[in-house]
Nanobody
Framework: QVQLVESGGGLVQPGGSLRLSCAARGFTFSGFAMRWYRQVQGKEREFVAQ????????NYADSVKGRFTISRDNAKNTVFLQMNSLKPDDTAVYYC?????????WGKGTLVTVSS
């Protein structure tokens, strides 16, 4: 069964950086694109970034473009989100997702709080 375990969140000051990880299990990780989403309590989950199965193609929401970088290590079944120049508006619970294999599956997420 699909398992997605996000980690790396925490409290960061504005302008700071954080690297999130998502460990995947239960499917052929290297065969599928992966995404990061984020959600503020009470609001809709929003798309953040996507990386292709081989890691060569990426796509980002306009709100994070130029600041966030998505990447993956297929040998470790892990997808990353490097977040730089963090803003208070980046505060959210961050989730990874396999949009083709398991679009309806969500892990617990990892909380990122950007505050001074």
């Amino acid at each position: 069964q699909v398992q997605l375990v996000e980690s790396g969140g925490g409290l960061v000051q504005p302008g700071g950086s954080l690297r999130l990880s998502c460990a995947a299990r239960g499917f052929t990780f290297s065969g599928f694109a992966m995404r990061w989403y984020r959600q503020v309590q009470g609001k809709e989950r929003e798309f953040v970034a996507q990386v292709s199965s081989g890691g060569f193609s990426t796509n980002y929401a306009d709100s994070v473009k130029g600041r966030f970088t998505i990447s993956r290590d297929n040998a470790k079944n892990t997808v990353f989100l490097q977040m730089n120049s963090l803003k208070p508006d980046d505060t959210a619970v961050y989730y990874c997702n396999a949009p083709v294999y398991a679009p309806g599956y969500w892990g617990k997420g990892t909380l990122v709080t950007v505050s001074s």
